[in-house]
């Protein structure tokens, strides 16, 4: 075989074309702006806002939880980590896919037929309203800000590498910019108009990865293993044939991954922004339609990102990648302008853009969502307050939101994504996924254990992280290598805080006065979440 192309650094500054990079991008963003305004025509309820009037199909349903599920994390930061770590890069295809069998078997039907809007509608729906509230979009909200942490990160390194910029000021900018045109689709859109961007940018997205699949696949007489052998034998590689085995990146604390792999398989059906998606169809058939859907997408792209990931290490070496602007998280565009030039480079930085885009502005409707129906109507008004003013407060929560999630972005700069989107995970599979699974599941759960569960859960997860490797003591660490006040040593909590999520769960119910809240709301309960006798009839416009 052919010694591989070495794609050096220096080379992509020559080859980029800003210019045509930013008309790309900006085409992107005005085409999408246009159906967001003709998607809001038809935003007259909270239903509309919230859940897109109920009016997808499973097949649509299903093309926007995958655009909704294949973030940044998964197309850049998973390529990323395949380049540099190998083997255990890939980890996270595997962790994020499986996740999806979880949530297919255990909670996507039943939180559909037992919800109207959010995730604390379920928790809250045969317990005490006002505490179980609280704590659920608490857990939202703290569940949010993370993965829009990643997103955030993502869209810097990525602009950044397109127009060239390296200094952080440049990049600050450039997520600020995002941050203003991701509030600006969820202000005008709602639902409806977020659901049609993450269609387009599924479709986008898969059918690029597929793209640069073929090609690499194809420079390598579409043998697989000649892709491997390239990457094991590229001078940049300096660890040879350790990319194809276990134990490169978490061979020195195989607990690491254990609670990696816990968090990334349990995460998802904690996710408050994958579980309102079940929430826009009409019936439950429709949302078990869409799972399938979406895990067949889901599954055939995590397959190209194998390739993707090992055809970057090969072609453009890790080195390079490292060395790059937005560090691992610029692999899969570094491989686009080796495969196809400026144009390619282009065109897969947008779909990168509209990834980041459609994801960012599904977390954020969640998140306003949660704390104008969960916080303001059922806590602060009692229910009392009309769908016009949630609706306001929602959008109010949006601009907050979205301020937030700027200065996170630009705080969390340098870091590889796809393990931010992983300690979002963990914090997910913490605080919501045990009480999620006792409301379901278990008649005795109470009040006092949902709060228990969530708070615990929420709390435990998020302090392990503070005074984790991740924070502190790490010449990666986001504070840098001089300050270290880690005193837990894995990277990612789930180990810890996801048992202890379950275990306060019960321990709160069992230590509780009475066994459970209402009998009579847990067996309508279960009669709903079964059968989907009583949820939400559909929207007719």
């Not at 794609?7 to 967001?36: K, S, Y």
């Not at 390598?220 to 990457?231: H, I, K, Q």
């Not at 009040?447 to 502190?472: C, D, E, N």
Request: hydrophobic share 55%.
């Amino acid at each position: 075989m052919n010694a591989p192309t070495i794609f050096r650094l220096e080379n992509a500054g020559a080859e980029q074309n800003p210019v045509l990079n930013i008309g790309i991008f900006l085409a992107f963003v005005a085409v999408t702006l246009v159906i967001v305004i003709r998607a809001s025509r038809n935003n007259k309820s909270a239903a509309d806002f919230y859940a897109g009037g109920r009016s997808f199909s499973g097949r649509q349903n299903g093309l926007a939880i995958a655009g909704d599920y294949l973030s940044a994390a998964s197309f850049l930061g998973i390529v990323g980590a395949i380049a540099i770590n190998g083997y255990d890069g890939f980890l996270y295809s595997i962790g994020f896919l499986v996740a999806w069998l979880v949530a297919l078997l255990l909670v996507a039907e039943l939180m559909r037929n037992t919800a109207k809007f959010t995730m604390a509608d379920v928790l809250s729906f045969r317990l005490r309203q006002r505490p179980v509230r609280m704590a659920a979009a608490l857990t939202t909200l703290a569940v949010s800000f993370f993965y829009l942490l990643a997103q955030m990160a993502g869209a810097g390194g990525l602009v950044s590498l397109l127009l060239g910029i390296g200094d952080k000021l440049g990049q600050s900018l450039v997520i600020a910019v995002v941050g203003v045109v991701m509030i600006l689709y969820v202000l005008i859109g709602g639902m409806k108009g977020t659901t049609w961007v993450q269609i387009i940018k599924a479709v986008l997205l898969i059918a690029g990865a597929c793209a640069m699949t073929v090609w690499v696949l194809a420079l390598n007489g579409f043998n697989f293993a000649a892709v491997l052998d390239a990457a094991v034998n590229n001078p940049e590689n300096a660890n040879g044939a350790a990319i194809l085995v276990p134990g490169l990146q978490y061979g020195s604390n195989p607990i690491d991954f254990v609670s990696l792999a816990i968090a990334l398989v349990l995460g998802t059906a904690g996710l408050p922004h994958v579980l309102m998606r079940f929430y826009t169809v009409p019936t439950a058939k429709e949302a078990r339609r869409s799972v399938v859907w979406a895990i067949w997408l889901i599954g055939v792209f995590y397959l190209f990102t194998l390739v993707l990931g090992y055809g970057a290490a090969a072609l453009v070496g890790p080195q390079t990648i490292a060395d790059a602007p937005g560090g691992q998280n610029s692999a899969a565009p570094l491989l686009a302008l080796h495969l196809g030039g400026p144009l390619l480079l282009g065109f897969i930085s947008a779909v990168a853009f509209a990834t980041i885009l459609a994801v960012v502005a599904g977390l954020t409707i969640t998140a306003s969502a949660s704390f104008a129906h969960d916080i303001y109507n059922s806590v602060i008004k009692k229910g009392k307050a009309s769908p016009k003013q949630e609706v306001k407060v929602a959008k109010i929560t949006t601009l907050v939101i979205g301020v937030l999630a700027i200065l996170g972005g630009i705080g969390v700069q340098g870091q590889n994504i796809a393990f931010l989107v992983a300690l979002a995970f963990a914090v997910a599979a913490s605080a919501n996924l045990p009480t999620i699974l006792y409301s379901l599941f278990w008649k005795g759960f109470t009040t006092r254990g949902a709060v228990w569960s969530m708070i615990g859960g929420l709390v435990s997860a998020v302090v392990l992280i503070a005074f984790s490797p991740v924070v502190s003591g790490d010449p990666k660490a986001m504070l840098g290598e001089g300050v270290d006040f880690a005193i837990f040593p894995l990277r990612n909590p789930g180990i810890v805080s996801i048992p202890l999520g379950f275990l306060l769960g019960w321990l709160g119910s069992v230590t509780s006065r009475r066994g459970g809240e209402s009998k009579k709301l847990a067996a309508e309960m279960e009669v709903r979440a079964l059968t989907g006798y009583g949820a939400e009839p559909p929207v007719q416009h």
